[in-house]
């Protein structure tokens, strides 16, 4: 199940349109320095948070609009006489909670001087203890430890007095005889211990785990330390599971991206006349544009997909090619984002001298990738080879739609799709998609992609079959790539 969404003279984004899954998971929305992620998170949230919107996006254009679409249900706002309104059309059947930047975070909306002043002599009557899920997870994203703070309050709004005039939760934690208020917190600890309440307030109401809730976190890595980034994915894995979570973070972060899986990943690419293009799936060495924890390695291959990938890793293994030698395949995206980051390597030697790169793409995409490179005057020789097969969406298309192989059909239909067949996947995709129109078979594998998510299956499950077809079936048309390695590692 997907959200639909529609942004219209927003901030930087002019138009965009963008499908997000709300089944459990971590997601990321990527992309370079105001390419507009946090944009598109605030205005995303803004399906279940009624928030100002003029506090949240300033000036406007009057034909500014938000549309979102949730299965038959709609929700908009709309400029009307300089004003935002909200409308709906049927229930949109979705909760959440956001939690923003620094600078427009739903924290300290109504903080002063003197109510700073007047939180700092809070005393014990005005406390309440919070639960332990916020103090123990508090402690161990942020320490590795669950008992780290000895205690974890919550102002009681009702016993503070009339001095105390603030809106919404504050905390305090307590280390031996210290006790500090929220707003003397590090930034870490401030950020996180609000994101956990929020949590634990979703997690309390979650009356029904089959109503789809969606948590969007923005920027979270500009307060916490890698090490607890890592623990705090982690941990949002955990809940997403548990409490049936769609977790989205806007975010440019190693440490976050490499957890999450390339269909999960949406990266935003601004182009020079500032027009948007959302890149799904999107592997995290592109996300990133960093392969400094590559470094080191003998030999990287450059791809497209992870189905190229483990084509490459089983003609290595069956080749006995890493012998001595480590070698490292990393997945890009489509051909364009392979050549440009294989130019990038080599520009700025992110991978070092001592280290060699080559690049294997799709079968599909010869004569593209060549215009491409002679149109971007790229001269830097890599070695590049090709593929004796297209894409894994083009591959699905070609041997179970255009020209069914019925030995393949049969094996992906026996091992993967048990509730609901194949066939009824396929007469779906013919009744909804103009299926002429899908040269890239990218809608038939979005309806596979439902089914795979509603059941708790993965993308690998596929590449492992399809992998395994290919090297039984089709051994003459990979013995070429097999000889290219050869050359390459030898």
Known sequence: MKLKISINKIKSINNLEIELPIDKGLYAITGQNGAGKSTLVTCASSVFFNMPMNDYFGETDDDAFIKFSLNNATRAWKKNNGKWEQSSDGKM????????????????????????KSLDKIGNKELENVDDFIRENLGKILHNNISFYDKVFKLNNSNAGSEVNFRGDIFYYQKGSKRISQFHMSTGENLLISVLNSINIRNSDRASLLKPCILFLDEIELALHPSSLKRLVAFLKEIAIEYNYAIYFSTHSIELISGIT?????????????????????????????LYDHSGYDYVILVEDDLAKEIIKRILKEEKLHSNRLIHILPCGGYTNVIDLAQEVVASNLIGKTSSISIVLDG???????????????????????????????????????????????????????????????DEYKTEVATTKDNNGKKFYNHIDTELRARNKSRSEIVEIIVAYLF????????????????QLS
């Open 262 to 290: 390339p269909e999960n990943i949406f990266f935003l690419e601004r182009y020079a006349d500032d027009s948007l293009e959302v890149l799904n799936p999107c592997y995290p060495s592109y996300a990133t544009r960093i």
């Open 364 to 426: 599909d995409v010869k004569k593209e990738a060549q215009k491409y490179i002679t149109k971007q005057g790229i001269t830097n020789n890599i070695p590049l080879n090709y593929l004796p097969i297209e894409s894994l969406e083009k591959y699905l298309k070609s041997k179970l739609y255009d020209n069914v192989d019925h030995k393949l059909f049969r094996e992906l239909n026996d091992f993967i799709f048990h509730q609901k067949s194949l066939k009824t996947i396929i």
């Open 472 to 487: 039984e079936n089709d051994r003459v048309s990979l013995d070429k790539i097999s000889l290219f390695l050869k050359k």
């Open 93 to 116: 059947n979705v909760k959440g909670f956001y939690e923003g930047s620094i600078i427009f975070g739903n924290r300290f909306k109504n903080t002063d001087y003197r109510t700073l």
